[in-house]
């Protein structure tokens, strides 16, 4: 099973400011990483997958780079609204799997 | 707009079995692969079971393997969770989440679009 590692576990960030979250695999997982948007109370929302495309409805502030084991979600400006936990998610090999989570939290 | 909606969680005690269902609209729901996601209080997310669009195959994470089982009626566009023999492990908000590929086939099957807002599985005496 791939291991997925998400650092940090919290990030402190003022609104309007650039925040960038890391996701690392224990192997490589090629392009197949997709990251979601967790609010407290709520359902997980689909961001990125192909480890760069956004999703459906999902704001140009957000973007994804990497591949094989290193992945970043750089959120360029960010807004009241994107304070939540965010996860990585590898669906390269069976199972899938998902790293701990970032929580962004207001600075 | 894509609508998932799940029922039939509550209090079982270990041992116990549970039945969930996830009503979907919105959506040409015989076309798409479906799974359930599970998170425990305070904990991240876990993947636990996948059935193709028509259900046809069948796959489980091995925590549950041989105790739940995942299954669909198409012409009702419901999907199901049936768990039994439930541990206090299994204590968790469990999602339906709708796969964004049609007909997809490997990885691909397993990037979920849509989610429903979960329902809470307690196994507790």
């Known amino acids: 099973e791939i291991v997925m590692t998400q650092s940090p576990a919290t990030l402190s960030v003022s609104p309007g400011e650039r925040a960038t979250l890391s996701c690392r695999a224990s192997?490589?997982?090629?392009?197949?990483l997709a990251w979601y948007q967790q609010k407290p109370g709520q359902a997980p929302r689909l961001l990125i997958y192909?480890?760069?495309t956004r999703a459906t409805g999902i704001p140009a502030r957000f973007s994804g780079s990497g591949s094989g084991t290193e992945f970043t979600l750089t959120i360029s400006s960010l807004q009241s609204e994107d304070f939540a936990v965010y996860y990585c998610?590898?669906?390269?090999?069976?199972?899938?799997?998902f790293g701990q989570g970032t929580k962004v939290e207001i600075k | 707009q894509v609508q998932l909606v799940e029922s039939g969680g509550g209090v079982v005690q270990p041992g116990g079995s549970l039945r969930l269902s996830c009503a979907a609209s919105?959506?040409?729901?015989?076309?798409?692969?479906m799974h359930w996601v599970r998170q425990a209080p305070g904990k991240g997310l876990e993947w636990v079971a996948f059935?193709?669009?028509?259900?046809?195959?069948?796959y489980y994470a091995d925590s549950v393997k041989g105790r739940f089982t995942i299954s669909r009626d198409n012409s009702k566009n419901t999907l199901y969770l049936q768990m039994n023999s439930l541990r206090a492990e299994d204590t968790a908000v469990y999602y339906c989440?709708?796969?964004?590929?049609?007909?997809?086939?490997?990885?691909?099957?397993?990037?979920?679009?849509?989610w429903g807002q979960g329902t809470l599985v307690t196994v507790s005496s």
């Open positions: 989440a709708k796969g964004r590929l049609g007909y997809c086939s490997g990885g691909s099957c397993y990037v979920f679009d849509y």
């Open positions: 192997q490589s997982v090629s392009s197949n």
């Open positions: 192909g480890a760069s």
């Open positions: 919105g959506f040409t729901f015989s076309s798409y692969g």
């Open positions: 998610q590898q669906y390269n090999n069976w199972p899938t799997t």
């Open positions: 059935i193709r669009y028509d259900g046809s195959n069948k």
